[in-house]
């Protein structure tokens, strides 16, 4: 029988325990439930090929506010005069490992295998989704992340034509708006982010407004990622296909 889901978010220790660094404690698997135990708490796994599981929960921690997003105007020029076909989940597989590939400025991402499979897990059970941005046919760039109630946490993002994640972080938030989301995380401060709205919050309160995104969708009784009646989950995955229009520059639910 499977340990339910907060018995597996019960194992971490409290946030507030992690060290100066962020880093909280290792061990343990990538399973779906625990995964998502951990995000749930806000606890992030982040390591290096090799090493232990390693557990994170930053103090400060990066948040980028749906109200408070904004491209720079360079860009936003840029993507007025080439705009990106933008898609929903349609490439995660291939979106995961071009983050984890080998960057102009140095080796690969921290994306091992082992985390590679886990996130694609977590994808065809519907917690884990990409944003893909498309030119001449070709994907030029995209992100992914983990969705829980109305929280999205950002994994990573790449690009091989420029702005094209500038596009597809757009693109997310217009689709976050559209949900009703609360949160947005982007776990680490990046210059990237910051030139966009990000925002350094203390521990206690991203935690406290990660307590509200989550608590609406507790009134769903679900069943835990593998299919066990018992456990219990209370998230379910997202259940609506979106679609986007260029033109409109804005996403529609697809019945």
């Not at 749930?40 to 948040?63: A, H, K, M, N, T």
């Not at 597989?93 to 991402?109: D, K, L, M, Q």
């Not at 972080?169 to 030139?195: F, K, N, S, Y």
């Not at 989550?214 to 209370?234: I, K, N, T």
């Amino acid at each position: 029988m499977l340990r339910t889901f907060t018995s597996l978010a019960a194992q971490f220790p409290p946030p507030q325990a992690a060290r100066a660094d962020g880093l909280l404690c290792m061990g343990g698997d990538l399973r779906p439930e625990r995964l998502l135990a951990a995000y749930s708490r806000g606890i992030f796994p982040w390591y290096e090929q090799g090493l232990p599981i390693l557990w994170w929960s930053p103090d400060p921690r990066c948040v980028l506010p749906l109200d408070g997003f904004r491209l720079p105007r360079r860009s936003a020029r840029a993507l007025r005069r080439h705009p990106f076909e933008l898609t929903l989940d349609a490439a995660f597989n291939e979106v995961i490992r071009a983050c984890a590939a080998p960057r102009s400025t140095g080796p690969g991402t921290w994306l091992s295998p082992e985390m590679i499979a886990a996130y694609e897990k977590l994808h065809v059970l519907g917690f884990a989704h990409s944003v893909e941005a498309w030119q001449d046919g070709r994907l030029a760039g995209g992100l992914y992340g983990v969705a829980l109630g109305r929280a999205f946490f950002g994994e990573s993002m790449f690009h091989v034509r420029a702005e094209a994640s500038r596009a597809a972080l757009a693109g997310l938030v217009a689709l976050l708006r559209l949900r009703g989301a609360l949160l947005l995380d982007c776990q680490q401060e990046t210059p990237h982010i910051m030139r966009m709205g990000g925002l350094l919050l203390p521990r206690a309160v991203f935690l406290a407004q990660l307590a509200h995104a989550l608590e609406p969708a507790r009134a769903f009784a679900g069943r835990d990622p593998h299919g066990s009646d018992a456990a219990a989950f209370p998230w379910r995955p997202w259940e609506t296909a979106y679609v986007y229009s260029v033109s409109k520059g804005s996403w529609t639910a697809r019945s």
